[in-house]
């Protein structure tokens, strides 16, 4: 079946490549969030957290870096393990799984993290690479990352549902969708073969609010949807009184502490 809607997939685009052009020609663009790219927040045990990929971990979609998907992850999990989180996010927009390893994994910490987040494969999809190629990328990406911190729970971003961007014109949006879910499976299939790594699929449904302005990245709202989803995967199994309620509780409180200090 994956077989015949890649087949599906390259001659339906090929058909599409004027409106693909339009798109890339007259999509809006945004800047990577401000803040520090590394960090500590909480009090307690001390864990390492790297977050590394695309423009979802450059924060793209919001103006600072503490409301983007690392910010909000950072602030809830500190709180439900009850733990200091000693982090650094190594992001660029545009990046694929390819430069994610070669050039932005080399930057990250000596130190061995204790938990990763990493986010890749929309710029894979929108390069257009084939699925066998999107294997072989995203094991060599996890396994550079074991080697680095061999010890790290990973917690791999799923493929975001491509076929509820904003930004997307039909017929368009639903190919590229389709493309993602056949991504998706390909991580999932790899991420099963390793012990420590999880694929995090977020609840993320066409509600606007939760896309930033220009219907690709998620908004603020967006990434605090995706934070939950990370952060109680990476939660549950990292240190003493772990709240698995975490979606529900210890991240909504820390939300509206942040929340409060933005409207002031």
């Known amino acids: 079946m994956i077989i015949l809607r890649s087949l599906l997939f390259w001659v339906a685009f090929l058909v599409l490549i004027p409106q693909a052009l339009w798109v890339r020609r007259t999509a809006r663009r945004f800047p990577p969030a401000d803040g520090p790219r590394s960090g500590q927040h909480g009090q307690g045990g001390s864990l390492r957290l790297l977050a590394i990929g ?5 924060g793209v979609g919001v103006s600072h870096l503490d409301n983007a998907l690392v910010g909000q992850v950072v602030a809830g ?17 545009g990046f ?45 990406l996890i396994k550079a ?21 904003p930004a997307l014109p039909q017929p368009l949006r639903s190919i590229l969708g389709m ?11 790899v991420a099963a073969g390793f ?17 930033s302005a220009d219907g690709f990245h998620p908004s603020q709202r967006g990434y605090r949807i995706c934070a939950r989803a990370v952060s109680a995967i990476l939660s549950e199994r990292n240190g003493p009184g772990v709240d698995t309620e975490f979606s529900q509780s210890g991240y909504d409180r820390t939300h509206e502490l942040q929340k409060k200090q933005v409207d002031t």
């Open 54 to 58: 695309d423009s979802i971990i450059d």
């Open 77 to 93: 999990l500190s709180e439900a393990v009850s733990a200091t989180i000693h982090w650094q996010a190594l992001g660029r927009s």
């Open 96 to 140: 694929n799984s390819t430069q994610v390893r070669r050039h932005l994994l080399p930057q990250a910490a000596p130190e061995p993290a204790d938990l990763v987040l990493v986010s890749v494969g929309v710029n894979d999809i929108i390069g257009l690479r084939n699925l066998a190629h999107w294997r072989r990328e995203v094991d060599e």
């Open 145 to 165: 990352i074991i080697k680095h911190s061999p010890n790290a729970r990973i917690a791999m971003a799923a493929i975001p549902p491509m076929e509820r961007f």
């Open 179 to 189: 493309r993602g879910r056949d991504f998706q499976v390909v991580l999932e299939a």
């Open 195 to 211: 012990e420590n790594v999880d694929v995090v699929t977020p609840e993320f449904d066409r509600n606007l609010e939760n896309f």
